[in-house]
């Protein structure tokens, strides 16, 4: 609650800038309110804190992710800018989950304050909000292991430091140097300040807010497509890979299978898209072709969601393309969403295995990655997610259904929110939003992002038995 608060300290001096001082007082209640409420329950179970067990780590990420979320809302509220409830929920269950779907049908009439902070909870929602509270933890008796055990956008989180907040000061260090060095970037392309730090939350966070209704597209400049698909790509990646490569050089990055697999994805299918839009007739030049296929598959393979065109408009061939995509989404230990690039990578490797074995009856093939065996229970985990991953799925698209919206809507809604990309098909593509939407439809989907943003098993958990026996 300190966090969240205090994060919002920038959005409210965004408004005094702006001369929205209605909207900074709205932040200020909501400062004052939360942060002060926060201060007194951290005071007041200071002496009682005890080391976490692992139920506690799930317990704490599932229920910090909602609060934040509820907090969050409340200045979208407030300041009438979203009036109802359940979808200033909902916003802001986007931005924090870094999913970039929205309600809102004009964005460029809402005050700029509320823009900034829209597009602020994509920056701290994308390295993950318990990981500023992991660096003070330790001082407070916690241990920030099980914790983060939980968070992680990966199917395991390499330690690259042999504490844990050291980990966590490193990672927030690699995350803010991004951030200045798109926002420096943007601006030498002719962004004013406040649209190049609002895009680059969006980018870094891999979320996608815009400040506009157009995305993207309302900059005509190459310039900036071209900086933004660069650092989405890059926030894509395995922050834990750039750690590495510090010490032991840039060749860190092709030695590791997911990588490599990532950038292959990346280029099949811009490629794919490119020349069938070329030959199609599609774009008024080949450079403006070759540039919004990039951007797009950028876009949606890092589940970042901003838009230069239509992608709705392409052949149907390259439509399909996109929605392969978003079943994929970025790597492990990133902040993007979807099923991983290295859980693809794994599954992929047992199909093989598969026909090695019907091939070699009695030849015994493991799987590897990086030179190294999957442990079974690795593998058994990783089916397991994509097999809970695609029952939520087609779970979501059966309640969503109750709207009465065609079927790609449906199954496409629940997609994007799980795999936290943002714009889908139909109703919901680019050009469309979240706002015709049922209040009941809304709520799945807000919990849909929140589930998909914390890797499904964090909060349905909760449903077992198990967790809550009490030597867990």
């Known amino acids: 609650m300190v966090i969240i608060s205090a994060s919002m300290l920038p959005s409210l001096c965004v408004s005094l800038i702006y001369g929205e001082y209605d909207v900074a007082v709205d932040f200020a209640i909501t400062v004052a309110v939360v942060g002060c409420l926060g201060a007194c329950l951290a005071r007041l179970t200071k002496y009682s804190l005890q080391d976490l067990k692992v139920r506690d780590g799930f317990f704490i990420v599932t229920v910090y992710w909602f609060i934040a979320a509820i907090i969050g809302a409340v200045p979208f509220y407030i300041s009438g800018a979203i009036p109802a409830p359940v979808d200033a929920f909902f916003e802001s269950c986007s931005g924090?989950?870094?999913?970039?779907?929205?309600?809102?049908?004009?964005?460029?009439?809402?005050?700029?304050?509320?823009?900034?902070?829209?597009?602020?909870?994509?920056?701290?929602?994308?390295?993950?909000?318990?990981?500023?509270?992991?660096?003070?933890?330790p001082s407070l008796g916690i241990s920030g292991q099980n914790v983060v055990v939980s968070e992680t956008p990966g199917p395991m989180l390499d330690k690259i430091s042999p504490k844990m907040t050291d980990t966590a000061k490193t990672l927030l260090v690699i995350y803010s140097i991004l951030t200045v060095t798109e926002t420096i970037m943007l601006l030498f392309g002719g962004m004013n300040l406040y649209d190049a730090l609002v895009h680059t939350f969006g980018t870094v966070g891999t979320g996608g807010f815009s400040t506009y209704n157009t995305s993207i597209g309302h900059f005509d400049s190459?310039?900036?497509?071209?900086?933004?698909?660069?650092?989405?790509?890059?926030?894509?990646?395995?922050?834990?890979?750039?750690?590495?490569?510090?010490?032991?050089?840039?060749?860190?990055?092709?030695?590791?299978?997911?990588?490599?697999?990532?950038?292959?994805?990346?280029?099949?299918?811009?490629?794919?898209?490119?020349?069938?839009?070329?030959?199609?007739?599609?774009?008024?030049?080949?450079?403006?072709?070759?540039?919004?296929?990039?951007?797009?598959?950028?876009?949606?393979?890092?589940?970042?969601?901003?838009?230069?065109?239509?992608?709705?408009?392409?052949?149907?061939?390259?439509?399909?393309?996109?929605?392969?995509?978003?079943?994929?989404?970025?790597?492990?230990?990133?902040?993007?969403?979807?099923?991983?690039?290295?859980?693809?990578?794994?599954?992929?490797?047992?199909?093989?295995?598969?026909?090695?074995?019907?091939?070699?009856?009695?030849?015994?093939?493991?799987?590897?990655?990086?030179?190294?065996?999957?442990?079974?229970?690795?593998?058994?985990?990783?089916?397991?997610?994509?097999?809970?991953?695609?029952?939520?799925?087609?779970?979501?698209?059966?309640?969503?259904?109750?709207?009465?919206?065609?079927?790609?809507?449906?199954?496409?809604?629940?997609m994007t929110c799980l795999g936290n990309i943002g714009p889908g098909f139909v109703d919901i593509g680019p050009s469309g939003n979240f706002a015709f939407m049922t209040g009941f439809s809304k709520m799945v989907l807000s919990v849909s992002m929140i589930a998909g943003r914390l890797e499904l098993y964090s909060l349905f958990i909760f449903l077992t038995p198990q967790f809550w026996h009490p030597d867990r």
């Open 96 to 137: 924090f989950s870094t999913t970039g779907a929205s309600i809102l049908t004009d964005i460029e009439s809402l005050p700029r304050g509320i823009l900034f902070w829209r597009s602020f909870t994509h920056w701290i929602g994308g390295i993950g909000i318990l990981l500023f509270a992991i660096a003070v933890m």
């Open 222 to 414: 190459t310039y900036i497509r071209i900086v933004i698909t660069v650092f989405m790509v890059l926030c894509g990646m395995n922050f834990n890979l750039f750690f590495i490569a510090m010490k032991k050089g840039p060749a860190t990055f092709f030695r590791d299978t997911e990588f490599k697999c990532y950038l292959l994805i990346l280029a099949i299918a811009s490629s794919f898209i490119f020349l069938v839009l070329l030959f199609t007739g599609e774009g008024e030049s080949a450079g403006q072709v070759a540039t919004d296929a990039v951007f797009q598959t950028a876009s949606i393979l890092t589940t970042t969601g901003y838009a230069t065109c239509d992608y709705e408009t392409w052949p149907q061939v390259c439509q399909i393309m996109i929605l392969l995509l978003m079943f994929i989404g970025g790597s492990s230990s990133s902040t993007a969403g979807g099923i991983k690039v290295i859980r693809i990578v794994v599954v992929l490797k047992l199909v093989a295995r598969g026909f090695y074995t019907r091939l070699h009856p009695n030849v015994f093939r493991t799987p590897k990655i990086n030179g190294k065996t999957i442990p079974g229970d690795s593998v058994s985990l990783i089916a397991s997610h994509i097999f809970l991953y695609i029952f939520l799925l087609f779970i979501g698209t059966f309640l969503i259904s109750f709207e009465n919206v065609d079927m790609t809507t449906c199954l496409t809604s629940v």
